[in-house]
């Protein structure tokens, strides 16, 4: 199962910097328009599903890691509140984008230092309380950026903007 999740946080490291290079080549005001995508904007859905992550694999994730994380401080660093990123990462694309990049290699740290995924886990969302194996809020972790990824994907077939970043045969 360990094996799973690292090839699943390079997969997620690999599909967001595919993705930065496609939106990298486009025009700012698209990526911040509203092209009807639950968090509005291409940049809006960045946005979520980053915080997200930062939600799971910061405050989750990172307490059962065998190791401490060495990056944890510039997570923590990109954060205004609890579960809002600071406006100058949301607000720039290029701040986003780098804060991205460095989500994802922490996520990589965080799954590489996590002993075992097969623990029953109770986590208190700030939307409910569930129990689960801990495998199975880390697979929601990756499945919910894999999502969003597939909705900005749609957008950009929609803008007619050639795209293929999503694949997972390529890692």
């Known amino acids: 199962m360990k094996a799973l999740f690292e090839l699943m946080s390079h997969y997620n490291k690999t599909a967001n910097a595919q993705m930065i290079s496609v939106l990298d080549r486009l025009d700012e005001d698209i990526l911040f328009k509203d092209v009807g995508l639950h968090d509005k904007s291409i940049a809006g859905t960045i946005v979520h599903y980053t915080t997200g992550d930062i939600l799971f694999f910061k405050n989750?994730?990172?307490?059962l890691c065998t190791t401490h994380i060495q990056s944890e401080s510039k997570?923590?660093?990109m954060l205004e509140q609890p579960f809002k990123l600071?406006?100058?990462?949301t607000e720039n694309l290029n701040n986003l984008f780098s804060a991205r990049?460095?989500?994802d290699e922490y996520i990589i740290n965080?799954?590489?230092?996590?002993?075992d995924f097969s623990p029953?886990?109770?986590f208190d969302f700030p939307?409910?309380?569930m129990t689960k194996p801990l495998y199975q809020f880390v697979w929601a972790a990756f499945n919910h950026a894999t999502h969003h990824r597939g909705m900005?994907?749609?957008a950009l077939d929609a803008l007619k903007v050639e795209n293929d970043f999503n694949g997972a045969l390529g890692i």
Do not use: H, N, Q, R
């Not at 600071?86 to 990462?89: G, R």
């Open 60 to 63: 989750y994730f990172a307490p």
């Open 75 to 77: 997570i923590e660093a």
């Open 86 to 89: 600071k406006p100058e990462i």
């Open 101 to 103: 990049g460095e989500l």
């Open 110 to 115: 965080v799954v590489s230092a996590i002993a």
């Open 120 to 122: 029953t886990k109770t």
């Open 127 to 129: 939307w409910a309380s």
């Open 152 to 154: 900005i994907a749609g």
